[in-house]
C-alpha cells in the first residue's frame, strides 16, 4: 500500500539553527501538506501546496518557514531559524484529486 | 471559520464494552468529517470519512460514525472495544469548497482500555 514517508524520525537542533523536514509524499497525489503537533495540544494545519506554490497558509506559517518541492517527489519544510516553540511533531500529509489525505509517521523536532 | 469540538478530553472504558466518541463540527455548509487514530509514537491514520450520501458510515477496524446535521454532529462508535484500539482519536472537517480541503483537526480523545 502506498504511504507517506517522513525523514528524519527525531531531529533535535539549536535553537536558531535552520532544519529541513523531508516527505515523500504519494506518488499520484497533486496536494501536499505539513501540519503540526505540539506536545498535549491538536494538530494544526501549517500550509498546503499545489501546482508548485503555496495554496493555502495559516497564522503559524510566517516568514521563518519555507516549503519546495525541489525534484517532483519530496516536499521539504524549511524553519531558517528555529526557537524553542517550533519543538513539536510535524506531519506531511498527501492527497489525490478525489481521495482523503494521507499522513506519514512524523517527525519530531526538538529544539533546545 | 470551521471549528471542531471533541467535549471528551479522556474516556476509559472496558474491554468488550461498546465505545462512543463525541464530535461536534461548526461549519455553515455539508463538511467532509474524518476521524483518524493515533497510536503512540505512531501517525495519523484514517478510520472512516464522510463526504456525502449516507449518513452512517463504516470504517476500518469495526468503527462507524454517523452524521447528524442538525446536531452537527459525527459521533464515533464501535460495539465492543478491543484493547488494541487504545489510541487517540482526532475528529477533523474540511470544508467543502476548498480545493485542497485542508483539515482542522479537534483536540482529540485519548481512550484507555481496560481488561
Known amino acids: 500500500e502506498p504511504e507517506v514517508t517522513q525523514t528524519p524520525s527525531h531531529q533535535v537542533t539549536q535553537m536558531g539553527q535552520e532544519v529541513i523536514l523531508r516527505c515523500v509524499p504519494i506518488?499520484?497525489?497533486?496536494?501536499f501538506y505539513w501540519y503540526r503537533q505540539i506536545l498535549g495540544q491538536k494538530v494544526e494545519f501549517l500550509v498546503s501546496f499545489y501546482n508548485n506554490e503555496i495554496s493555502e497558509k495559516s497564522e503559524i506559517f510566517d516568514d521563518q518557514f519555507s516549503v519546495e518541492r525541489p525534484d517532483g517527489s519530496n516536499f521539504t519544510l524549511k524553519i531558517r531559524s528555529t526557537k524553542l516553540e517550533d519543538s513539536a511533531m510535524y506531519f506531511c500529509?498527501?492527497?489525490?484529486?478525489?481521495?482523503?489525505?494521507?499522513f506519514g509517521q512524523g517527525t519530531r523536532l526538538t529544539v533546545v | 471559520a470551521q471549528s471542531v469540538t471533541q467535549p471528551d478530553i479522556h474516556i476509559t472504558v472496558s474491554e468488550g464494552a461498546s465505545l462512543e466518541l463525541r464530535c461536534n463540527y461548526s461549519?455553515?455548509?455539508?463538511?467532509?468529517l474524518f476521524w483518524y487514530v493515533q497510536s503512540p509514537g505512531q501517525g495519523l491514520q484514517l478510520l472512516l470519512k464522510?463526504?456525502?450520501?449516507?449518513?452512517l458510515v463504516q470504517g476500518i477496524k469495526g468503527f462507524e460514525a454517523e452524521f447528524k446535521r442538525s446536531q452537527s454532529s459525527f459521533n464515533l462508535r464501535k460495539p465492543s472495544v478491543h484493547w488494541s484500539d487504545a489510541a487517540e482519536y482526532f475528529c477533523a472537517v474540511a470544508t467543502s469548497n476548498n480545493a485542497g480541503n485542508m483539515l482542522t483537526f479537534g483536540g482529540g480523545t485519548r481512550l484507555m482500555v481496560k481488561p
Open positions: 461549519y455553515g455548509a455539508t463538511p467532509y
Open positions: 506518488s499520484n497525489h497533486l496536494y
Open positions: 500529509a498527501s492527497k489525490g484529486q478525489r481521495t482523503e489525505a494521507f
Open positions: 464522510y463526504f456525502s450520501g449516507d449518513t
